[in-house]
């Protein structure tokens, strides 16, 4: 009897045994898969981190050109009303008396062609 004890014995200390084996497996299965998400969650940060500093990078760019067409429109209007100044100006002289005034001294001053 003593021997089927000492047998049994050293069954379930096998078992215990294969038991500790599969459970250290198991282990570095979970610490492998662990790993490997975690690499993948430290790729997936650092690619965000590059895009999030590209994308401030395009904003700041964008406000820049903004910035610039802003200064161009404003340069475009300011230009504009120069002009139409310069035409009320003209308009304003090809209407007045002293331009016809000019006119008849020039006509006196100029000789006239034979």
Excluded: C
Aim: glycine share 0%.
């Amino acid at each position: 009897m003593s021997e089927d004890r000492l047998d049994r014995l050293e069954a379930l200390a096998e078992k215990i045994l294969e038991g500790l084996a599969e459970t250290r497996h198991r282990t570095d299965s979970n610490a492998k898969s662990i790993q490997a998400l975690s690499d993948a969650v430290a790729r997936d940060r650092e690619a965000f981190n590059i895009e999030r500093k590209e994308w401030a990078q395009d904003r700041r760019r964008v406000f820049e050109w903004m910035a610039r067409l802003a200064a161009a429109q404003a340069d475009f209007y300011e230009m504009q009303a120069d002009h139409l100044n310069h035409l009320e100006r003209i308009d304003a002289l090809r209407s007045s008396p002293r331009r016809e005034r000019l006119t008849d001294i020039l006509d006196r001053l100029t000789p006239k062609p034979d």
